[in-house]
């Protein structure tokens, strides 16, 4: 599986959009990114994924580079319930599809 | 629709005992899976089942034991806890479909303290 390399922590205004970076260098040709968070000690919860090309759904976007080597998480309007930790995950879709979740990216909603 | 559902949400045992952890899940996913996660890290993953009778090691396996008898179940055994088994268990499943193996379903966590 591909490496993914993301902030420690960010901050955020409430109500302003939340973009949150990923880098992936090794990906391969095969490999999705998968977002999901976690919010305090709750199980992790399914955000968004993609291929190559960029994705929306009611929770968030999500924006590939071209060469597939990084990507951006973009929570529209974020809000304080939006305060989690969020993992960044590239993985094929083929076999078992075990997870391998880093430390994630801490984001803070600011009132 | 309960979705993944994980039993107990607590325990605490003594250095020694047993115990069995239950994820139940109503969405007749075939992939199941179990995960620790120790304080400031990620998810590690112990076991998975790939379909009801089957079983497969994950990251951390040692010290563990699974069963998948039926679809909806899968089964985390610990036969001897040790305090290093302390930790939070997160159950997953998720299904086979168009383009592959789909995002993972969590369920809410058991957390294990072994004294």
């Known amino acids: 599986d591909a490496k993914t390399t993301q902030p420690t922590s960010m901050d955020c205004a409430e109500g302003r959009a939340a973009n949150l970076p990923c880098n992936h260098s090794?990906?391969?040709?095969?490999?999705?990114v998968y977002w999901y968070r976690q919010i305090h000690s709750q199980g992790p919860q399914y955000i968004i994924h993609?291929?190559?090309n960029n994705e929306t759904n009611e929770m968030a976007s999500l924006i590939i580079t071209e060469d597939r080597k990084s990507s951006t998480l973009i929570l529209p309007h974020a809000t304080l319930r939006d305060t989690a930790v969020y993992y960044c995950i590239v993985r094929a879709q083929t076999g078992a599809n075990n997870l391998f979740f880093g430390t994630g990216t801490r984001l803070t909603v600011i009132p | 629709n309960a979705g993944v559902t994980q039993t107990p949400k607590f325990r605490v045992l003594k250095t020694g005992q047993s115990m069995t952890l239950l994820c139940a899940q109503d969405m007749n996913h075939e992939y199941m899976y179990w995960y620790r996660q120790d304080p400031g890290m990620g998810l590690r993953l112990i076991h998975y089942s790939v379909g009801e009778g089957t079983t497969a090691k994950g990251e951390v396996p040692d010290g563990y034991n699974v069963s998948r008898l039926k679809k909806q179940n899968f089964l985390l055994g610990l036969e001897s806890a040790a305090p290093s088994q302390t930790s939070v268990y997160f159950c997953?499943?998720?299904?086979w479909g168009r383009g592959g193996n789909q995002p993972q379903h969590f369920g809410d966590g058991t957390r294990l303290s072994i004294l």
């Open positions: 090794t990906i391969s040709g095969n490999e999705y």
């Open positions: 997953a499943s998720s299904y």
């Open positions: 993609g291929l190559k």
